[in-house]
């Protein structure tokens, strides 16, 4: 059994489990999200409001003042909630 294998699936799950927690909390409050997505060559992040999930196809729809996108949710690295201007503070992880 590959140790460091194990380790690294169990970090994706905690991440996972943590993004779902942000995106509820995002969605309920309507507070605006820095949400960063991975992408081939490096991350890119969006901020705006989380208007809408799409269970069927496992996406989020994020909009702002400018413009709007949909994002596989699989693909998000993190979500930040926003508040007055700030991004949240979270406690640290415990391993």
């Known amino acids: 059994m590959n140790v460091n294998g194990h380790a690294a699936d169990v970090a994706g799950c905690r991440q996972y489990e943590e993004n779902i927690r942000s995106l509820a909390v995002a969605m309920f409050t309507e ?48 979500i930040e909630i926003v508040i007055d201007g700030s991004v949240a503070s979270r406690p640290p992880h415990r391993i």
């Open 31 to 78: 507070k605006e999200a820095i949400v960063t997505v991975r992408g081939d060559l490096e991350a890119q992040t969006i901020q705006g409001r989380i208007t809408k999930l799409d269970k069927e196809r496992k996406r989020i729809k994020i909009e702002n003042a400018d413009e709007y996108c949909w994002v596989d949710f699989p693909d998000v690295a993190g």
